[in-house]
């Protein structure tokens, strides 16, 4: 965990950075909070990417983890981070984030299946979640409720499409240069799944159950 030091240190530091970029953009910019949350959402799932490559322990991400997840409880307390918190909904996904990235990176390691076990949830809710939400958003086609979360048809497809396209590119780049039907048909059934847990989740939730239910679905369907 020593060895781990530096690059708890880099990133932490890069992590503050896009917390700055945020703030700078809601602040100065007047850009809406839905969106600069949002770039925190990407961002810090693009610099969680590296956590594979500069650290070693588990623990060192628990601790990473934890120090950022304590950060944002106290902005919550003296209302600071207001391009993350300011939106008009209850969410608890911002507090949920840290914890789904040390899952995701413990998981990898007890499961000792690859570290697509890692990149592939996490990618997932960086890349598919935003795009699902925003478009949703922006074009509320189709709304609907399920177990009280509302969501929008337009919103899950672009989802579905989203995490589709990121299983492939990662599955092919990760294990398999060559897909058979079977394994298309798998890979489908992976997507769906992931859709599906994010339709149902409501207040952030859904930071949790979009990478447990990819993990689930990778260790179910591709054993």
């Known amino acids: 965990m020593k060895n781990d030091l530096g690059s708890m240190l880099l990133l932490g530091t890069l ?3 896009l917390f700055g970029l945020a703030e700078l953009l809601y602040q100065q910019f007047k850009v809406k909070a839905e969106f600069t949350r949002k770039l925190v959402h990407v961002g810090t799932g693009i610099i969680c990417m590296s956590f594979p490559i500069l650290i070693s322990s588990h623990w060192s991400v628990f601790i990473l983890c934890g120090l950022f997840t304590l950060i944002l409880l106290l902005s919550i307390k003296f209302d600071l981070l ?4 300011a939106i008009d909904r209850k969410s608890v996904g911002s507090l949920a984030y840290p914890a789904a990235v040390y899952l995701c990176f413990l998981a ?10 890692y990149y592939l949830p996490l990618l997932t809710l960086a890349i598919c979640d935003p795009m699902a ?3 949703g ?13 509302r969501k929008t048809l337009l919103g899950s497809a672009v989802f579905f499409v989203c995490a ?11 294990q398999e240069p060559s897909l058979h039907m079977s394994e298309i048909t798998m890979i489908c059934t992976l997507a769906l799944a992931v859709t599906l847990a994010e339709a149902c ?3 952030g939730y859904d930071n949790i ?9 990778l260790y179910i369907l591709f054993p």
Not at 137 to 149: E, H, T
Not at 168 to 174: E, L
């Open 15 to 17: 992590f503050l950075l």
């Open 82 to 85: 207001k391009s993350i918190h």
């Open 108 to 117: 990898q390691i007890l499961l000792d299946k690859g570290s697509i076990f």
């Open 133 to 135: 939400a925003l478009s």
């Open 137 to 149: 958003k922006k074009w509320p086609y189709g709304s609907y409720r399920l177990f009280g979360a």
């Open 164 to 174: 589709l396209i990121t299983v492939v590119v990662i599955g092919h780049y990760m």
């Open 201 to 203: 989740s409501k207040d």
């Open 209 to 217: 159950s979009i990478p447990v239910s990819s993990m689930l679905s």
